[in-house]
């Protein structure tokens, strides 16, 4: 499981950084990953990375800003053309669906596999056995989700001596076991899985941000998380201006960490006007001086959960 990164900008695209989007990418957990935005160009940005469209399982929208939406109507087209075939969900805010069907509409657009539009405002949107997915309101100027991706504490591992020492061969059973499956054994007598597994491995958490001034929600979302992606659109120098057009310094993002409990951020959604490497390390420094395990988010590059 990590965040891999395909558009780190705010705003605009620069030659350097792409508008908003990024991949959960769940090979292990599930065979499939997830997109959170999808900003123009975000299609060419996923043909010069490793992501196959057609392992895109779900798409979060965060808002209806064009830098964190323009793009997806063509990569929904895309992925038909390129053997998407599996059905896909996309959740964002109200409006999305509108967007969608006039788009779609007027442009005689079609796509060859189950699509899916499901808006929603807030709430555990959705879940399965290994993971579920709850979305709050933040502070921005429009209507915009946080996620909170949680996934299910998974049973620890089988103890192969106590097995051996019990007498009982591999084979099917043990897999059942490994599930948290109790079984019956050949001569009646029950296994209960609790007494041959190790501690629960605890699930992770992953909390993905859309834009946000700094509010009570962006916390409530990254309660504990091993990693949150919080958008770093200015320094405090600018701090009033941040707040103005809905935004968060990287200060403001590391005490959101901070206050939560995170183990680890990841910054992203960066103004344009830090160019270079150097006025980008300036903005890493100011979020590290309130919280350690501080990265830049960049793009083809991916973080890991702590
Ligand atoms: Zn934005
Ligand atoms: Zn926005």
Redesign the pocket.
Known sequence: MDVYFLGTGAGMPTTKRNVTSMALRLYEERGTFWMFDCGEGTQHQVLRSPLKLSKCEFIFIT?L?G??LFGLPGLLSSRGHQGGTRPLTVFGPPGLGDYMKIVFQVSHSEVPYPLLIKEVDGGVIWSDDAFSVTALPLD???P?LGYRVQEKDRPGKLKFELLKEKGIPPGPVYGQLKQGLDVQLPDGEFLFAASVLGEPIPGRTVTIL??TRPCENAVRLARNANLLVHEATFMEDRVQHAHEF??STAKQAALAAERAGAKKLALTHFSSRYKDEEQLNELLTEAKEVFPESYLAEEFEAIEPA
């Open positions: 808002h800003h830098d964190h921005h100027r429009v915009c859309g834009d809905g935004h």
